[in-house]
């Protein structure tokens, strides 16, 4: 059974900072990975979708990378601003199968 | 298109009582998913559907839950007798095939049993 394991669970930067969050995945027989942002009340939207074949997509000030051998990926987040503040989830949808498996997400907070 | 439409986007009901949750998906999408959030457990898959048939419902937590999708425009999440453990919020899902695709979410249904 797939596994996901999102560290750390919150996070609090000063804005401006640059940033990581991780993503760990336990079966590497994955079709891709997608990045999700979700604001309080609301439903999750998509930040970037990462094939099983490829390494990294950016998109603005995000870079996601994906290692599917050590089952892990990253979305880096560039210059952080307050309006970055959600929770990020990520996102496997498994080989041979239409299902996604997901994280907890990561509670991020960027402070003024 | 308008994206995954959910309704109701809240609703408050008494143990016992029926709830029924629709979802319609964005058209042209072929898979449909339920999915429920909690504090306590995060993002859970209750079950899928592709081309209006359901394909895994091991994550569906009890027979009081029961879903359908008629056609490929409409699915209901219906659970009865409600109790106030499935007080979460529901979301409905779709993307259109197997892979490569990015999975859109609708805003989701927040039931409270009281």
């Known amino acids: 059974k797939q596994e996901v394991t999102q560290i750390p669970a919150a996070l609090s930067v000063p804005e401006g900072e640059n940033l990581v969050l991780n993503c760990s995945f336990t079966d590497s027989a994955i079709y891709n990975l997608q990045w999700f942002r979700q604001d309080p009340g609301k439903g999750l939207t998509s930040l970037l979708l990462i094939q099983s074949s490829q390494r990294e997509q950016t998109s603005g000030r995000l870079n996601a990378s994906l290692d599917k051998s050590s089952g892990r990926s990253t979305l880096y987040i560039a210059a952080s601003q307050p309006g970055d503040s959600a929770t990020y989830l990520c996102?496997?949808?498994?080989?041979?199968?239409?299902?996604?498996?997901f994280g907890d997400g990561t509670t991020l907070t960027v402070k003024p | 298109d308008a994206g995954v439409i959910q309704s109701p986007r809240h609703e408050v009901t008494e143990m016992g009582q029926e709830v029924t949750l629709r979802c319609k998906p964005i058209?042209?999408?072929?898979?449909l998913f339920w999915y429920r959030q909690t504090m306590m457990r995060g993002l859970e898959l209750l079950i899928y559907?592709?081309?209006?048939?359901?394909?895994?419902d091991s994550g569906m937590p009890e027979d009081r839950f029961s879903a359908k999708m008629p056609n490929a425009s409409f699915s209901t999440l219906k659970i009865q007798p409600s109790e106030p453990r499935d007080s979460a919020v529901y979301f409905c899902a779709s993307i259109r095939g197997i892979s490569g695709n990015t999975i859109y979410f609708g805003e989701g249904s927040w039931l409270t049993v009281v």
């Open positions: 996102a496997v949808r498994e080989g041979n199968a239409g299902k996604s498996t």
């Open positions: 559907f592709n081309n209006n048939v359901p394909i895994d």
């Open positions: 058209s042209g999408h072929d898979y």
